[in-house]
Nanobody, 114 residues
């Protein structure tokens, strides 16, 4: 079964850091661009960052630019999102996605306390 599984979420104080991971199983994802989205309570799901299949190209939402870094290790079939200087507005469920095949993970909760 093909799936994406996120991990690394948790509760952190404002200014802290977290690294999210997205592990792919059941298929080799080195040929696919991947991305992170997030959804805060009562809000629509929004784009956070994405990365090309090779990892050579990345893009970020303005809200996280300069604070987050997306990366991937194709040998491990894993994508990461390093988040620094976290703010309460970053509180959300974070999802990884393989857009070209419409595959989403189940999400991992990030809560930032002020």
């Amino acid at each position: 079964q093909v799936q994406l599984v996120e991990s690394g979420g948790g509760l952190v104080q404002a200014g802290g850091s977290l690294r999210l991971s997205c592990a792919a199983s059941g298929r080799t994802f080195s040929n696919y661009a991947l991305g992170w989205f997030r959804q805060a309570p009562g809000k629509a799901r929004e784009f956070v960052a994405d990365i090309s299949a090779s990892g050579g190209s990345t893009s970020y939402a303005d809200s996280v630019k300069g604070r987050c870094t997306i990366s991937r290790d194709n040998a491990k079939n894993t994508m990461y999102l390093q988040m620094n200087n976290l703010k309460p507005d970053d509180t959300a469920v974070y999802y990884c996605v393989a857009p070209s095949i419409g595959l989403w993970g189940q999400g991992t909760q990030v809560t930032v306390s002020s």
